[in-house]
């Protein structure tokens, strides 16, 4: 089973900020939280990871609670093609019943309008 | 620098039938996972083959088999296919360093329908 929990759909402007949260209360000392997104019919697209700094990289910033319950995926400035659904997904890299596959949940669909 | 490939891109089939689906990992990457995702729902893990060999498996039943070659390229074969086999098969490859696992980026999948 899924270890998160997501909004089911979240709407945001164009060159605004996307901020989608990701519960994810029972999370390990070792697993590490990633995001994903999948656009209509396609593979699912690596965005970013982290295990308890923030993080950031050309597509995104994760910001993770101190308390590693709760995190964010920041979209700084969204655009018509990020419209997809987005995985946050946690993922053991030593052992544990995470370790190594990925589960995905549902997601929560961002729809970005002009 | 190729990323991960796989084929065919659709295919039909009818229920009893068997089919093998194709994936080329991402050039350096060692590991091959395998997912199966219906319709409107999150990809669902099947498989994962490191060193030619099964290390994780899913909650699927024993007409999914996989095979790894020694190229690191793998084969997701279904058997006795029954419509809701119909999906999206994704591969996933990644590199396994040990005990620090690396990202596992995924292709664009194969669309099975069965009739």
């Known amino acids: 089973d899924a270890k998160t929990t997501q909004p089911t759909s979240m709407d945001c402007a164009e060159g605004r900020a996307a901020n989608l949260p990701c519960n994810h209360s029972?999370?390990?000392?070792?697993?590490?939280v990633y995001w994903y997104r999948q656009i209509h019919s396609q593979g699912p697209q690596y965005i970013i990871h982290?295990?308890?700094n923030n993080e950031t990289n050309e597509m995104a910033s994760l910001i993770i609670t101190e308390d590693r319950k709760s995190s964010t995926l920041i979209l700084p400035h969204a655009t018509l093609r990020d419209t997809a659904v987005y995985y946050c997904i946690v993922l053991s890299h030593a052992g544990g019943t995470s370790y190594g596959k990925l589960t995905f949940g549902q997601g929560t669909i961002l729809t970005v309008h002009p | 620098d190729a990323g991960v490939t796989q084929s065919p891109t659709h295919l039909i089939k009818t229920r009893g039938q068997q089919v093998t689906l194709r994936c080329s990992p991402k050039?350096?990457?060692?590991?091959v996972s395998w997912y199966q995702q219906a319709l409107g729902q999150g990809p669902q893990f099947i498989f994962q083959?490191?060193?030619?060999?099964?290390?994780q498996r899913g909650n699927f039943p024993d007409r999914f088999s996989g095979h790894q070659f020694p190229n690191y390229s793998s084969e997701l074969n279904v058997n006795a296919l029954l419509l809701g086999d119909s999906a999206l098969y994704l591969c996933?490859?990644?590199?396994?360093?040990?005990?620090?696992?690396?990202?596992?980026?995924f292709g664009p999948g194969t669309r099975l329908l069965v009739l």
């Open positions: 996933a490859s990644s590199l396994d360093t040990g005990s620090l696992k690396e990202t596992q980026y």
């Open positions: 083959y490191y060193e030619e060999e099964e290390r």
């Open positions: 029972t999370i390990s000392g070792n697993e590490y």
């Open positions: 982290g295990l308890k």
């Open positions: 050039s350096g990457h060692d590991t």
